[in-house]
Nanobody, 122 residues
Framework: QVQLVESGGGLVQAGGSLRLSCAAS????????MGWFRQAPGKEREFVAG????????YYTDSGKGRFTISRDNAKNTVYLQMNNLNPEDTAVYYC???????????????WGQGTQVTVSS
């Protein structure tokens, strides 16, 4: 199985930026599509951004378009989420996940990290 570990979360002021990282174990990282999800208090977990296994395609929710950028470095077994112009509505636990194909559906992701907290102050 693939093990995923997120890092880079923390407290940031509104309008600020954070870069989240997700480090994967194993030698098959490059075969997986990767996604970022988030879960705010009292809310269901939701898709934020995804990227194909090669990194050639990426996709975002409407709330993230123009502010968030997902990328990956397969040589480092790492996927990133660059978040700019953050607002308090972005406050959530952010999760990294791996899928065998690109998807925005929770059920298609077989492997999940433990999550990292992002808090945006107003």
């Amino acid at each position: 199985q693939v093990q995923l570990v997120e890092s880079g979360g923390g407290l940031v002021q509104a309008g600020g930026s954070l870069r989240l990282s997700c480090a994967a174990s194993g030698r098959t990282f490059s075969s997986y599509a990767m996604g970022w999800f988030r879960q705010a208090p009292g809310k269901e977990r939701e898709f934020v951004a995804g990227i194909s296994s090669s990194g050639g395609s990426s996709y975002y929710t409407d709330s993230g378009k123009g502010r968030f950028t997902i990328s990956r470095d397969n040589a480092k077994n790492t996927v990133y989420l660059q978040m700019n112009n953050l607002n308090p509505e972005d406050t959530a636990v952010y999760y990294c996940a791996a899928s065998h194909s690109p998807s925005e559906r929770l059920s298609t992701y077989a492997y999940w990290g433990q999550g990292t907290q992002v808090t945006v102050s107003s």
